[in-house]
Structures are given as structure tokens and as C-alpha cells.
């Protein structure tokens, strides 16, 4: 094939425009990044060869090869992985295939620094070339292909790239970086030989470099220079990082090993190295990391806990190793006991895995729960006078919780139905905004804690926002007894309490939801009084049932409304009404339900009722109000404005 053009599909275009422009300030994370390409590369061909031993022509030693040419200006990376087709070339390096890059290009605000964030979340592999060079040529044959089928892809890294067809003996991949004058620093072996160990220790394959002496010049008086050998040695560590001994890796290894395969920008909160044996034997080393992805509501993208049989990387497939609740964790598990050639197939039947996985979400809640213990610590004298002693190691776990559970928490909460196993676990670490906490750091265990005397159900809100649930009439008589109530503010919320009917034995009761039972919070005497005023509430009540019987189910008498007419609840074990709406709002079927309509018979405007001639009117406006006051909408507004004009009038 001759030489063809093509043009980079537009996000790639975006992206190496924000590359080049926002990601010079820590250029050498290229080197990382196309290590970890070429190393990946060689993992297919590892993975592909099981079944094809034929791959490995005759070069079965894998390994990546780091060189550079001072005068040339140039240099590349070379790895005799899987190699690419010329279809892959354009493929693979003119488009990119994740899930949710448009969303993603929509996203970044024109702001260099706060997209050079994004972009560290988002990945930008092969394309990190370009912050070191201006024209990169990447020269490949696919293993099991004939030499004349190579290619060659060249890009200055703008509108397009060209490729044609070349002849490779050699399998696998060269990247050929032409660097720019302000990215010489990296035609340096010293400088190369420590980026690739700040990186790419961890990394199993042998990174090799070409060994340099000093040679003498040859004139009397000239400098003597550095000069290749022809000799090649291995440059980094190359054993795997989780088959080393926890005590010979240091914090900043493990950090560098999650950047590698999460391709964060930033350092996780927490990791957890463990090796298990028992019914089956296996290493795992999780990480949490402190920000949450672009993408984490992508249902579809399940990548981050990759899997090792005996070293030899076998799929990144987080669902048969992390249940979808906890699809933030990122790691790598290698079993000493699943056959090698497993399958995606055999992966979900295999007794081993499902072992594996409930042992890693064991781990992953324990982490949480180590975090969530160490989150606040109230340092201080105790009783006994004397001064706690709080360790470095858990001074430095202090405000993690809170940080993951910003970023996570929605997401650990859907663990409540996923997870029926470690629903009780799962509770523990749930952390909500309460009528005493604007911020969600109230457990249930803190609120059972401060539980008044003869309480007996936790009291809880759903609210599209913490405003609404704050001032949602429901509250009030909370309020007026200083009962505290949770106010829950996730989308995911309502569904995912559906399945807590209690904590630790105490029943979870939705303030929206049911006629109000305080129990034995209401003294005798309010339960009195509120019974009489029922009673002679109940020719009211008729009438008010009759006006609005195609809008409420029920109309009843209530004492949970202390300054607020009226409120809607819906009958217990229904769907709420804010439910209802964002099911709507999107588009799904929601049941069409009516609400029960409360009144407050204490309350001016409902006195006011009784033998009104503007009953009809007033018994609609209660309960359009009641509508607007929890973030709904009368079904007919503009009769709502009219009858409260012509009360206004
Ligand atoms: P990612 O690695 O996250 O998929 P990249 O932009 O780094 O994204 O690479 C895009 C694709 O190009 C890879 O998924 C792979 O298919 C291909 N690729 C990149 N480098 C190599 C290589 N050295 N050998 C074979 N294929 C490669």
C-alpha cells in the first residue's frame, strides 16, 4: 500500500491539542505511558500465543528496548509484542475507543489546569508522545503476519496522520519520537535511566538500553564523550511489584504502580497488598483512588482489577472480580490456582473466582472501614488526663473517609442491593446530611447514638436537593420535638433504602412515607388533644375528600405539620412522589399513584374551611401548595395563579 492520509477523528484532534497544551509542565510521564503500552502489548501476545504458540516466530523472549540518536534527534521504544495491522495502526491511533469521550471533551472548560486534571483522569496513553515530540513514526508488524505486511504511521500530531505499507522482520512495534529542541533532556541515558525507574520498575518485562562508556577523545585537549557499546542490559527491576515482598516496597513504588495501571494523575488514598492462601491461593494489591473518573456512571466500562494466572496477565475484567458497587477500586489480582487458557466464560462458573471476589470485597470494605475509623480523630486530653497518642500512620489517614466518601459514597450505597452478604458492612459505612448535619457525615450508628428516649424508628427524608428536604414540611413536628431526621439528597438513595429495612435492629421509617407514628414521643396529652380535634375535623375532612378525589387518594387529619397547612405523603411501601418525578423526568414509567393529602386542622387556612364559599378553590390550592412545597408542579398551573388571584382580589 502507498502512502494514504487520514484524518484523526475529531476528540482525538481535541485531545493532542491538549496534550501539547496543557500536560508540559510534567512532560515525562510519555516514557510511562509508552512502556505501558508496549508492555501491554506484550501481555496480548503472551495471552494470544496460549492458543498459538506459533506467535512467537522465533523471538520467544519479550522485552522493550529503549534507544535514542543524539543527532537525529530521535527516540524510540521498541517492544516485540503483539504488534499492529495497518488497520489497527488507523484504528487504534487515529480514534479513540473508550466509552464517553464526547461526553468527556464536553466537559473540559478551555482552562488549562483544570483540564490537564481531567485529561490525567481521563488517560491519554500513546498520545502523551506528543508532549515531548512534534513528529512521531511508529513502524509495526502483527505477530503471525509476513514481513511485507508492516506499516508505518506518521503524525505531527495535528489534523492528521498518513500510513503505508512497510517491511518489518521484526515483530511488534517501534515508536519513534522526533523530539522538540525543548525535550532534549531525553536523549540523555542517565536522565532515561531514571524516569523508566520512577515508573516503570514494577513493570515484568525487561526494559533494556544500550550500555555507554566513557571514551577519551582522540585529540589532545578535546572533552572525551559517552559512547554506545553494543551491548544491551536490563535497565528496571522487571519482577512484577505484587510478587515482591510487602517490606521491600516503598510508599512512593506502590504509587507509582497504581498510577501505571489506573493512568491517574494522582496518588490513591489507600492500597492493600496481601497475599492469600487457603482454599485458593492468590495476591492481591487494591487500590482506592482519591478522585472518582469521568466515566463512573458508565454502566458498560468495567475496567480496573486486572487478572494475573501465575503472573501471565490474562484480562482486565473487573465484573467477575468486583461487584459493580465498588467498580472504583483498581488493582491486580494474580491466582496461583485458575488455569491460564480461563475464559470469560469459565471466569464467572469458576468456584476460584467466586472466592477471589468475595475475598477482594472483604478486603476493599475493610479498607473502607480502616479509613472510616481513623476519619476524625478528636485529639485531647481524656478523662483519666491523659494525652492520646495518635500514630503517623494513622495521622495520616485522617479526612480520607470523608474525601472517598465525596467521591464514592453514591456509589458504595448501591452496594445496599447488590450485596446482600455485606449489607450490615455496608451500612456501617453509609454517611448522610441529617437536620444537625449539612454535611453527610452522620452514620447510622452516630444517629442511633443521639436517639431521644422512647424513639424507635431512624427517621429519614429523600429530597431532590438539601434545601427541599431541609425545609420539606414533613419535618416540622421533627423539628419541634428536636428529633433528628437523616436527609437523603442521592438519586440513588430511595432505591437503595428500599433494601435496608433496619439498622442493627432499629427500623428505618421515611418521614414521606405513611400516617406519622412518633409513638411514644407524642405524650398522652397530645395524643389526646389531637384525637378530639380530629373528631370535630371530620365533616371537613368529607368535604375536603369529595373536592379532591380525582387528585388525592386520601385525605386525612395530621400532627406532623406544625407552621405548613398541608403536606403529601404517600401510602407506606409506595413509591415517592420525588421518585415518581425523576422517573418521569427521565422518561421511564412511574406508577401514577395518587398521594394522600394531610392537613394540619391547626392551622389558619384550614380553619378558615369550615363554611368558606370559597371551599372548592381552597381545598385545590392546599394541595397544588403541597405540590409546589415539595418540588412538584399543580397538573394545571395557570388555574392554580387564577384561584389564588381571585382570593388575592
Ligand atoms: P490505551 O492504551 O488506553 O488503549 P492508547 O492511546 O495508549 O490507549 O493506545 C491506543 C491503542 O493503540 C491501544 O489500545 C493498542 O491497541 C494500540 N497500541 C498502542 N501502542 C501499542 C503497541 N506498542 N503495540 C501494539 N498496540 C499498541
Redo the contacts with the bound molecule.
Sequence with gaps: MSKQTHSFQAEVAQLLHLVTHSLYSNPEIFLR??I???S??CD?LRFEALNDAGLYEDAPNLEVRVSFDKEAKTLT?T?N????STQ?AID??GT???SGTKDFMGKLSGDQKADAQLIGQF?????SGFIVADKIT?E?RRAGMKPEEGVRWISGGTGDFEVESITRAAR??S?ILHLRDDAEEFLNAWKLKQVIGKYSDHISLPILMEKEEWKESEKEGEPGAMVKTGEWETVNKASALWTRPKKDITDEQYQEFYKAIS?DYENPLTWSHNRVEGNTEYTQLLYIPAKAPFDLYQRDKHAGIKLYVKRVFIMDDAESLMPSYLRFVKGVIDSADLPLNVSRELLQESRDVRLIRDGSVKRVLSMLEDLAKHDKHEAGAQADGVTDVVSEEDKAKEGKYTQFYAEFGAVLKEGLGEDFGNRERIAKLLRFASTTSDTPSVSFADYKARMKEGQEAIYYITADTLAAAKNSPQLEVFKKKGIEVLLMTDRVDEWALNYLQDFDGTPLQSVAKGAVDLGKLQDEAEKKAAEEAAEAFKPVLAKLKEALKDKAEDVRATTRLVDSPACLVVQDGGMSTQLARLLKQAGQKAPDAKPVLEVNPEHALVKKLDGSVHFHDLAHILFDQALLAEGGLPEDPAAYVKRVNALLA
Design positions: 505511558e509508552l505501558s503500552n508496549a501491554d502489548a496480548k521504544i517492544d509484542g503483539i504488534g499492529m489497527e487504534h491511533l479513540i475507543a473508550k488517560g491519554v496513553g500513546f498520545y511508529v509495526s511488534g512495534t515508536v493512568h
